[in-house]
């Protein structure tokens, strides 16, 4: 039972791995759609999966996970560096050589009963120069057609490699041996989240996951490589791996820009990767939902790369008003995670637009009514779907070269304070912004906290793969190195501001369309704003509401400046810089000191 590539190295890592985890047999993956409908089929048939109705969704499919194994695990996610100081406050530490001991007495036979998939792949075209090739060793046939949708896999990937290539080694298993006989589970992984591990070996280049066979858990490619490990390197090469959207706006006389933007999880990157601007004329087109790899290319300027393949998005939420290209996209050819089943083969979900089934199967397998306490979804049910068939998929999202980036967008779900939009002054101020992003907890086990806020740096907190106070150091270096002229403009946003009475002030979604707007504006030297204290807002005319009710009162409260809020939310970033003791870079302390003074 061995593999034989070209690629010494790799068959030697395998072996390895197969010794350790005893699998029953072990595949390669080409790649292939053939193998990959296999994989589905495979499950389907043996009853771990539902092909819907394919008159209604052809080529769609409904997988249902474990009740216990429906997220990221933030608190079982480990950064194991060699010296504790490099993980920073916001990560969770171990020795690596403890980690690895503890974990290999858990792999030890874990794939048992069990085929352990091989899955070369690539982020970002194969062959291209900003390209990082990975190989995913799982024993979860859902991971490997995932990966197909999410990633560029197989026998081109194998090749690329060659004979000695450089590799990041990622290792999956759900961590649910069979015995001889033994029932698989519907879902296999293991339940107790205490249990799992989600890993990283930041000098070895190197992720080792166990017990969950869930996105980001399992998925070594998305958040584990392309943002924990690659940011690594983006540090160490002089480029940037970020939680970001990319999308290119054209406007009535035919001129684009590219944007990109991190908001952290769950609050609209892939809405508005995806958008359908409400405003007439101007055109959105998708180059990536979730990731952006940026470098500076010949000219100066930066340049972003989604360096993924597919959409794993939010399924909750999606309608023809919210995101119809979503909702259009996933009508086919796409794999569901946790939505509800309707009687007559079709899926189901809350926010969908479509009224709801008088019966259904919810997410946990259980007989679900409108008169049903539980959602039918999962709030976190998501979507699996190939970024090529986006129907405003830009036609350049796959140029190796990458798109040119005008304007980076930040922002999280702030109620109060935050403007609906503000322009920062330069670059390091800028970067403050970034730092200071975050969103009001709403979570309600975390009572003690509820409404603080959760400081979530440029949207990376939970995918940091070392100190968050050297990784603004590292924005910052970033700019620095570039002529000011060419860097993007830096933008903090917030779609969802509230009043008193719970409501979103600002109608969001494609009516965002309207605030890309006087970005543009702004960057051809139309947009009218006004200097405050906390950066440039636009004046009340500024922004585009012409067809949608904002009331006037509303419109007040999202483009004013609330000093006293301003002047608590100081106090509570000083609090949270002090979390990163000497590495705070001494930029940000100055850019703090400056904005108290301009407040005063
Ligand atoms: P991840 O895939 O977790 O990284 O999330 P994402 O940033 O891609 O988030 P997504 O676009 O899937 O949005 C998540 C949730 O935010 C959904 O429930 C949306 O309905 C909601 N949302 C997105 N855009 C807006 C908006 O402009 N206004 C409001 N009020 N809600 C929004
Ligand atoms: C996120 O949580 O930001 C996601 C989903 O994009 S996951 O891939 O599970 O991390
Ligand atoms: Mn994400």
């Not at 194969?126 to 995932?146: A, L, M, W």
């Not at 259009?328 to 050819?333: F, L, N, S, V």
């Amino acid at each position: 039972m061995s593999i034989n590539t070209k690629h010494a190295a790799l068959n030697a890592w395998i072996k390895e791995i197969a010794e350790m985890c005893e699998p029953d047999d072990i595949y390669l993956c080409d790649g292939t759609q053939e193998e990959y409908q296999r994989m589905i089929d495979t499950m389907v048939d043996a009853g771990l999966g539902t092909k819907l109705n394919q008159d209604k969704k052809p080529g769609c499919y409904l997988f249902r996970s474990d009740p216990s194994d429906v997220a990221r695990v933030e608190k079982r996610t480990f950064i194991a560096c060699e010296k504790e100081e490099d993980a920073g406050p916001t990560n969770n530490w171990i020795a690596p050589d403890k980690l690895k001991a503890d974990m290999k007495a858990i792999y030890k036979g874990c794939m048992k009963g069990r085929t352990m998939y091989v899955i070369p792949f690539s982020m970002g075209p194969i062959g291209s120069f900003i390209s990082k090739i990975g190989v995913e060793i799982t024993d979860s046939p859902y991971v490997v057609f995932n990966m197909k949708i999410m990633t560029r896999i197989g026998t081109a990937v194998l090749e690329q490699l060659g004979t000695d290539g450089d590799f990041v080694r990622c290792l999956h298993s759900v961590g649910k041996p069979l015995a001889e006989g033994e029932k698989d589970a519907k879902w296999p992984c293991i339940p107790n989240v205490d249990e799992k591990y989600i890993s990283h070996f930041p000098e070895e280049r190197m992720i080792w996951s166990i017990g969950s066979g869930y996105g980001g858990n399992a998925l070594l490619s998305k958040k584990c490589f392309a943002l924990r490990i690659a940011g690594i390197q983006a540090r160490d090469e002089g480029w940037l791996a970020e939680h970001m959207l990319i999308l290119k706006l054209t406007n009535p006389e035919g001129q684009s820009y590219y944007v990109a933007g991190a908001f952290p999880s769950a609050c609209g990157k892939t809405n508005l990767a995806m958008m359908k601007p409400t405003i007439p004329g101007w055109k959105v087109e998708t180059v990536g939902d979730d990731i952006a790899w940026m470098r500076f290319g010949d000219d100066g300027r930066l340049y972003a790369i989604n360096p993924e393949a597919g959409f794993f998005g939010v399924v909750p939420g999606t309608s023809m008003t919210s995101n119809p290209n979503a909702f259009t996209q996933i009508q086919a050819d796409t794999v569901y995670t946790n939505v509800a089943l309707t009687d007559d083969g079709d899926v189901w979900w809350e926010g969908s637009g479509i009224p709801a089934p008088a019966h259904a199967i919810d997410w946990k397998g259980n007989d679900w009514t409108p008169d049903s306490k539980e959602p039918a979804a999962h709030p976190n049910a998501r979507f699996t779907t190939p970024a090529a068939l986006c129907p405003v998929i830009a036609p350049e999202w796959e140029d190796p070269n990458g798109v040119p980036i005008s304007a980076i967008l930040i922002g999280g779900r702030r109620k109060t304070t935050i403007p609906l939009v503000n322009e920062s002054l330069d670059w390091n101020h800028g970067i403050f912004l970034g730092s200071i992003m975050g969103s009001e907890i709403t979570t309600a086990d975390i009572t003690d906290k509820v409404g603080q806020v959760r400081r979530d740096p440029f949207a990376m907190l939970p995918f940091m793969g070392y100190h968050m106070g050297d990784y603004l150091k590292h924005w910052i270096d970033i700019g620095a190195k570039a002529s000011a002229d060419k860097l993007p403009k830096i933008y903090f946003v917030n779609w969802f501001r509230k009043g008193e009475d719970g409501h979103f002030m600002w109608p969001g979604f494609g009516d965002n369309s309207r605030v890309l707007k006087w970005i543009v504006e702004r960057i051809a030297g139309t947009g009218k704003a006004v200097s405050t204290p906390i950066g440039n807002l636009p004046t009340p005319d500024a922004i585009d509401i012409s067809g949608i009710s904002v009331s006037a009162d509303d419109l007040d409260h999202l483009l004013e400046v609330d000093k006293e809020a301003w002047i608590a939310e100081i106090a509570s970033i000083r609090e949270n810089y002090k979390s990163y003791g000497d590495r705070l870079p001494k930029e940000l302390d100055e850019e703090l000191s400056k904005l108290e003074k301009r407040l005063a």
